[in-house]
């Protein structure tokens, strides 16, 4: 399984998220975004007004059909939407995302002690291949 690591540095999470959820609909996958309650509002509304032309169709776990939803928003890493890509999208790692076959894990500076801790601890799982992302230039480049 492949986990990336997004070291959110010049962009918050409400610009780099939504890209990611349109490569990965675009490619006929679904998504399962976990953050803690007080994040999920924030998200949910800015998925639907995040481009002046666009929106990413999506659902949050206590709406209305979860299991149809090609993005869903939750609190647990529980997927029924039957997603195999989850994003981590309030800085703090979650074991149950070894189950995907693609994480995406994003933090902040404030969250960067807990990133680094998950990395080692990763680092040392054979199932798991490690990606570090940051930001260079506006563009996101793999680091060492």
């Not at 939803?69 to 979650?94: F, H």
């Not at 894990?105 to 601890?121: C, G, L, V």
């Not at 570090?132 to 793999?142: A, I």
Request: hydrophobic share 40%.
């Amino acid at each position: 399984m492949l986990v990336d690591f997004y070291h959110l540095t010049a962009s918050p999470i409400e610009r780099v998220l939504p890209r990611i959820g349109e490569k990965l609909l675009a490619d006929g996958e679904r998504l399962l975004i976990v953050a803690e309650p007080s994040l999920l509002g924030q998200l949910d509304t800015h998925l639907w007004s995040y481009a002046r032309d666009s929106f990413l169709p999506h659902g949050r776990h206590d709406g209305p059909a979860p299991g149809e939803q090609p993005i869903l928003l939750s609190s647990e890493p529980e997927a029924a939407n039957d997603a195999r890509n989850i994003a981590l999208a309030d800085g703090r790692w979650r074991d149950e995302a070894l189950t995907f076959e693609r994480a995406f894990y994003f933090f902040d500076s404030a969250h960067i002690e807990d990133a680094r801790q998950s990395w080692r601890a990763l680092k040392d799982k054979p199932e798991a291949e490690c990606r570090y992302w940051k930001q260079v230039d506006g563009r996101w480049v793999q680091g060492p």
